[in-house]
């Protein structure tokens, strides 16, 4: 009489290799799909690339606030709440601080509008164009440089 194997063997396919294969290409897949997808907002979508996107005035080069603080437009220590290089170079820049739109060019000179005196609020992402009784701020941007955004703040503020 012959003996039982205790521990009878069963022939079961052998998917232990290729089913971890396969959780590792996965893994693999969506790692390189989420660095493809990184690359291409940092590269192509190019919101918050340009040096001279509105930003908050704590965290522009103070040299940037140069002109409008020689203009009488802001206080030695004063920050805008939002601030806009048209280019850096010129020292041509829009802001806001406090309730005022501010703007210095070589054109115009300097301009302040209160909040409580603008009529008009007109433009987009390429520009925005604030208007008083007496005066007309024109500010400039680019495209990714945040147009759209300074003019809802002046909305949301307004």
């Known amino acids: 009489m012959a003996i039982p194997d205790e521990h009878p063997q069963r022939q ?15 893994i693999c897949t969506s790692g390189l799909v989420g660095l493809s997808v990184a690359w291409y907002s940092l590269f192509v979508g190019g919101q918050g690339l340009s040096p001279l996107r509105v930003s908050y005035g704590g965290l522009v080069d103070p040299s940037m606030l140069t002109s409008l603080r020689e203009a009488g437009l802001l206080g030695p220590s004063e920050l805008p709440d939002a601030f806009h290089a048209e280019d850096g170079i ?7 601080a406090g309730k005022r739109v501010l703007r210095i060019s070589r054109e115009a000179g300097a301009q302040t509008i209160l909040f409580e005196d603008i009529v008009e609020l007109t433009g987009g992402d390429l520009g925005v164009t604030v208007r008083s009784p007496t005066t007309t701020i024109a500010c400039a941007f680019r495209t990714g440089e945040g147009g759209g955004s300074f003019r809802a703040m002046l909305e949301h503020r307004g």
């Open 12 to 26: 079961l396919p052998g998917l232990g290799l290729a089913a971890y294969v396969v959780i590792l290409g996965i």
């Open 90 to 96: 010129s020292g041509d820049a829009c802001a806001i």
